[in-house]
């Protein structure tokens, strides 16, 4: 196998939603400019007036604001830059930090099951790591995951997320109205009257998780700022 | 000829099953097909009451996979319809009398002879219910908009989702637009919401269908009444054509009525 004694790799992403892209692996700045410089000829002009986030590895890192205005100069502005974790990075702009993500898999669950299609009453899952199931989950049915729980749809059966003891785990869904939600070790009721019958208008997707020893329920939106 | 086996259900009890049963079964008739149907209550039988043919029962449905008689001579015919016959249930045994490998042999058999093979579920997931349903080719569920009758419609449906009997189609019975609108009732909507499968027809609440029920004339005998009309328009559907559905909506009520009502409310 022959070592490189330096390199670089610079790459433009589309990302559907969030504009673009620039990811930079490398270990030799001269080298990532000029890599820049190259690519930016072809496709600078796809990129102004969209959003752009700059992703850097850690040897990078001390290059971010040369990098920013190299790419202001091309009239192509940073939105945010992305790094693995912010110590010794100096920038004038908004940091990610790609090791906070980790927070919705602590405890480190490496499978995922998928269920397609609708969980009707008297049917059950059981599944070891994280549990997606991509349609609605109906009422007097039960979900068990030893990690989180994502419903694509309406949860109205009893989720158990953290099977076994696991009290980081979160329960999501688009449409999250159970009779109980269980989490690790804690248990919550609903309070409400039956679903079916409640006149509801605004449903926004939220999330489930043990707070200080009680489940706290929070839309999705401000569950992703906290 | 080779006729198709359905199988109505629900699951719940009281739904109005059987009452599903005689309607589809008087329509289909009258719609020129040769049809019968066949009462699996066994031990609890209902059918034959509300068809009218009480009095005329001589085998039963345990007769014929006991082979004490010929399926000839237990099927029943309608006092109406020519082309409309009934086997009845025993109403002095009870579910484990038959197997559901003997009800699938007797509707391959029926097959031959009729258009369609109408075969009434008793309530519950156990023995009775596995009789109806191994031989049915459709699957046509009874719900009433109870939250308690649409929970057990959906354990029914997910047990065949699982035996991947797929064809399935709902019934919406009882729907009652008072109740509807001041929210004290699923709306067809919120059933569909739930059971999510093909509608194939919505039944108005109607106060008539016990009297019909009482005296053996199911209510697609009378066209006028709310009922009637709505089961004529699911025998349309299960003979292929495309019926609009009628929206269900409250009585107009006279100003006097409405009066009355207010203070009442």
């Excluded at chain 2, 209902?46 to 009480?54: P, Q, V």
């Excluded at chain 2, 009652?176 to 919505?202: A, E, T």
Aim: net charge neutral; hydrophobic share 40%; proline share 3%.
């Amino acid at each position: 196998m022959v070592f490189n004694q330096t390199m670089s790799k610079v790459e433009i992403k589309g990302k559907n939603f969030l504009g673009f892209e620039i990811s930079i692996n490398s270990n030799d700045a001269k080298k990532t400019f000029a890599e820049l410089e190259s690519l930016l000829a072809v496709s600078s002009k796809y990129m102004k007036n969209s959003v752009v986030t700059l992703k850097l590895d850690d040897f990078n890192k001390k290059y971010a604001n040369d990098i920013i205005n190299f790419l202001k100069d091309k009239e192509i502005f940073v939105n945010a830059v992305v790094v693995k974790n912010r110590s010794g990075l100096d920038a004038n702009v908004p940091v990610i930090e790609i090791g906070k993500t980790h927070l919705i898999n602590e405890r480190g669950e490496k499978e995922v099951s998928t269920f397609k299609g609708n969980l009707r009453s008297g049917q059950s899952i059981k599944t070891n790591g994280d549990l997606v199931v991509v349609g609605n989950v109906n009422s007097n049915s039960y979900i068990y995951a030893t990690g989180n729980i994502f419903v694509l749809g309406k949860l109205y059966g009893v989720p158990h997320a953290g099977y076994g003891g696991n009290n980081e785990a979160v329960v999501f869904a688009f449409d999250l109205n159970p009779p109980q939600i269980r989490i690790g070790d804690y248990i919550t009721r609903s309070p409400e009257k039956n679903v079916l019958l409640k006149k509801r208008v605004d449903i926004v997707p939220e999330v489930a998780f043990v707070d200080a020893g009680v489940i706290v329920i929070m839309g999705y939106d401000e569950w992703l700022k906290s | 000829m080779s006729g198709k086996v359905l199988t109505i259900t629900s699951g719940k009890g009281g739904v109005g099953k059987s009452t599903t049963t005689a309607n589809l079964a008087l329509g289909l008739a009258l719609a020129g097909k040769k049809v019968v149907t066949i009462d699996l209550d066994i031990g609890l039988r209902n059918l034959d009451m509300i068809l009218g043919l009480e009095n005329r029962i001589v085998y039963d449905v345990v007769n014929v996979v006991e082979k004490v008689c010929k399926v000839k001579q237990a099927l029943i015919k309608d006092k109406r319809v020519d082309n409309l016959f009934l086997i009845a249930a025993a109403q002095t045994r009870d579910k484990s009398a038959v197997k559901p490998e003997q009800i699938l042999e007797l509707s391959n058999e029926l097959k031959k002879e009729f258009d369609y093979i109408i075969l009434d579920s008793p309530a519950g997931i156990e023995g009775g219910f596995k009789n109806a349903m191994l031989p049915a080719d459709e699957v046509i569920i009874v719900t009433t908009p109870e939250i308690s009758a649409v929970r057990d419609a959906d354990r029914v449906i997910g047990i065949l989702e699982a035996n991947e009997k797929k064809d399935m189609s709902l019934i919406i019975n009882r729907i009652n637009p008072v109740l509807v609108r001041k929210g004290d009732m699923m709306s067809k909507d919120d059933v569909l919401q739930v059971l999510s499968i093909p509608l194939i027809g919505v039944v108005p609440e109607d106060g008539n269908i016990v009297s019909y029920t009482n005296i053996g004339e199911p209510s697609i005998l009378h066209p006028d009444s709310p009922s009637g009309k709505a089961y004529k328009n699911i025998t349309q559907r299960i003979l292929g054509k495309d019926v609009p559905f009628i929206e269900i909506v409250e009585k107009k009520k006279g100003i006097i009525e409405t009066i009355i009502n207010f203070f009442k409310e």
